[in-house]
């Protein structure tokens, strides 16, 4: 009988063992898909797509873009439909392994749809004079900062929009003293109105820590 209850305790033990280890290989592998996403960027070496899901939200979640090149950079992010201008956001983002991945924090609205998705474009480094900014703000209004440090001479600006429909309201230097000591031509929106190009010339005179302030509203429709 003593035998007979060691045996059933060993063999109880065991059994519980195995569970906890199991459950340890479900949840360990499960929680990590949870935490990050890794999606393809489809293309080539000049230029690529990529499409993540934002139907049902997103809460912290971190993307991981595998590029088609390490030369790639940033041109463009979209949703697929209009009226999901505004329902997410990005942040923390930055190129790693080498420029081989572009890795953000993704936050999107619990509302969104059943299809909804982001499009990133990316496309290579252009040649020659170019700047291309983020504009950063929220759904109403969004800044840019372009530096005007050295000088410019015919620099190529783009301004990367976070929707469609807004539009330039401001345009400031962060010094008193820089006014009349730079030009702006050419002014217009490409890409369907997701981003704002423009040409700066600057004198290259201009000191260390200055730059212009590009502020954009959303154009408000009857």
């Not at 519980?16 to 459950?23: G, I, T």
């Not at 201008?85 to 080498?98: K, M, V």
């Not at 929707?163 to 009349?180: I, K």
Request: aromatic share 6%; glycine share 10%.
């Amino acid at each position: 009988m003593r035998e007979s209850s060691r045996g059933r305790r060993r063999a109880s033990t065991l059994g519980l063992a195995v569970v906890v280890a199991s459950v340890g290989l479900v949840t360990g592998p499960a929680a990590a898909a949870q935490a990050q996403s890794v999606v393809n960027c489809r293309g080539g070496t000049n230029s690529c797509q990529a499409v993540v899901n934002i139907a049902g939200g997103a809460s912290n979640r971190r993307v991981v873009v595998e590029l088609s090149d390490t030369d790639l950079r940033l041109r463009s992010v979209r949703p697929n439909r209009a009226f999901l201008n505004g329902a997410y956001s990005l942040s923390q983002e930055r190129f790693q392994d080498g420029g081989s991945e572009y890795a953000f924090t993704l936050n999107a609205d619990q509302a969104s749809p059943r299809g909804s998705r982001l499009i990133l474009s990316f496309r290579a480094r252009q040649p020659g004079n170019v700047v291309v900014a983020r504009c950063r703000g929220g759904v109403q209004s969004c800044q840019a900062r372009v530096n005007l440090a050295g000088g410019a001479s015919n620099e190529k600006v783009i301004i990367q929009l976070p929707g469609t429909n807004f539009r330039l309201a401001s345009v400031r230097p962060n010094r008193a003293n820089l006014r009349g000591a730079y030009g702006l031509r050419g002014h217009r929106l490409s890409l369907g109105g997701t981003e704002y190009r423009t040409t700066l010339n600057a004198v290259r005179s201009i000191p260390r820590g200055s730059f212009l302030t590009f502020r954009f509203r959303l154009l408000l429709l009857n």
